[in-house]
Nanobody
Framework: QVQLMESGGGLVQAGGSLRLSCATSRYIFSISAMGWYRQVPGKQRELVATITIGGSTNYADSVKGRFTISRDNAKNTVYLQMDSLEPGDTAAYYC????????????WGQGTQVTVSS
């Protein structure tokens, strides 16, 4: 069973920073594009940022210039550095592994809550 272990959420004041981490198995990490999504109650889950196996990144317009996604292949971990946080960033954040080598599959973490107070 594929597991994505997230950590790093919490409560922070507007303007502050948090770093989310997501670790998985070496095998899954090596064949997957990784990403972070977020969801607030009553709304669809939305893309925050993705990073390919080769390190190319993509960001939602709302977080460009404030968030940075990165991956550490030695630790099988993807990070989301979130700076200049705004109350609108409050959401449950989910890690995603999208298998792109071999049989396609999507795996999700359990979610970690980020709350930004004004």
């Amino acid at each position: 069973q594929v597991q994505l272990m997230e950590s790093g959420g919490g409560l922070v004041q507007a303007g502050g920073s948090l770093r989310l981490s997501c670790a998985t198995s070496r095998y899954i990490f090596s064949i997957s594009a990784m990403g972070w999504y977020r969801q607030v109650p009553g709304k669809q889950r939305e893309l925050v940022a993705t990073i390919t196996i080769g390190g190319s990144t993509n960001y939602a317009d709302s977080v460009k210039g404030r968030f940075t996604i990165s991956r550490d292949n030695a630790k099988n971990t993807v990070y989301l550095q979130m700076d200049s946080l705004e109350p609108g960033d409050t959401a449950a954040y989910y890690c995603n592994a999208r298998v792109i080598i071999g049989r396609a599959a999507d795996y999700w973490g359990q979610g970690t809550q980020v709350t930004v107070s004004s």
